[in-house]
């Protein structure tokens, strides 16, 4: 059960789930520079290989996004930032730009492939923008500072 008390006491799962997700969009960030080596992409399956020739620039920008944007949001969130919500945000619509392409895609996907590729990047990234909110809401990230202009 989660510490509701009104302290900034973070329950073990923040950690865990921060470092989780890390890990995950870490994963990500690696098979995104994975694909730009086209040795390597030989050894991706071919309903893969098909999505990733065919991606125009701004499914590419889309992925980059989602990736990059996930690591730092993970980032941000284990050192207890709120503005990990703005970066998750920005990750979870580079996800939706890089699905738009796979499902606008011919290619055929097992039901495997589906949660995978389609499903579980989606609701891993919504998931994060949710659970970034609830931290937020029981005071464990800091909020941006506030600069006090003096005159």
Known sequence: MMNTSATNTHHWSFWLIAILMLLWNILGCINF???LNP??????RQSEQAIIHLRPWWATLGFF????????????????KSWAFWVFSASLMGV?????HTLSSSAHFTLGEWVGLIILPVV??????AY?????NKG?????SKRLKER
Do not use: E, S
């Not at 970034?132 to 937020?136: E, K, S």
């Open 39 to 44: 040795d390597m992409l030989a050894a991706y």
């Open 132 to 136: 970034t909110h609830y931290a937020i």
């Open 96 to 100: 939706i730009v890089t699905m738009l």
């Open 124 to 129: 891993l990234a919504a998931l994060l923008m």
């Open 65 to 80: 996004v989602a990736v990059f944007a996930g690591a730092l949001g993970c980032l941000l969130l284990l050192f207890k």
């Open 33 to 35: 520079v994975v694909q």
């Open 140 to 144: 464990w990230l800091t909020p941006p």
